[in-house]
């Protein structure tokens, strides 16, 4: 489950993955993670599918702004673009998302980001951390996504879930 990057910032942070030699630049689209990639028995995806839908419905649509970069350097060869607003939002929606059916630990603390580069050269993810330090843009979330793994390794969207929750006071 993921919050989608719309246009026109997806294609700028696919080109930078791919400029910084990502193989993934191709095969995962620029989101914030919900729930990382979590293997479920297929008779269990309708159950899945009504809880998070459920989820979606508590939880009003709200605004991200992606500003500046980071890295998780020393401990994954990663650097990202900073989720500077929308942290908690997207911090309740996936404490939600990875209850019931789809309870699982992880194996980090949740800190949503985007991420432009993922073990590649050094050289490549100091050069995305300066020259996006300056990116900024705010964009509404209206809906999260699931995705589903082809056999290619590709992801394609399974469904979308619409935020239809109550504002929050």
């Known amino acids: 489950m993921v919050v ?15 400029k910084c030699g990502d193989p ?28 998070l839908a459920a989820v979606a419905r508590s939880h ?3 605004e991200i702004r992606l500003q500046g970069t980071g890295t998780f350097r020393p401990v994954s060869e990663v650097v990202f673009v900073a989720v500077a607003a929308g942290v908690a939002d997207c911090a309740a929606i996936a404490t939600d998302v990875r209850s019931g059916p789809l309870a699982r630990p992880l194996s980090f603390p949740y800190h949503p980001h985007v991420t432009v580069a993922h073990d590649v050269p050094a050289e490549a993810l100091d050069m995305a951390a300066t020259e996006l330090a300056g990116l900024e843009c705010t964009f509404p979330v209206g809906h999260f996504t699931e995705f589903e793994q082809q056999s290619s390794g ?16």
């Open 4 to 18: 989608d990057i719309p246009e026109p910032w997806a294609q700028l942070l696919v080109n930078w993955r791919a």
């Open 154 to 169: 590709a992801w394609a969207v399974a469904r979308r879930h619409p935020l239809t929750g109550p504002p929050r006071a």
């Open 60 to 62: 009003p649509p709200f």
């Open 24 to 51: 993934q630049a191709g095969v995962v689209p620029p989101h914030v993670t919900l729930l990382p990639p979590t293997e479920v028995a297929t008779a269990d995806r309708s159950l899945i599918s009504a809880h």
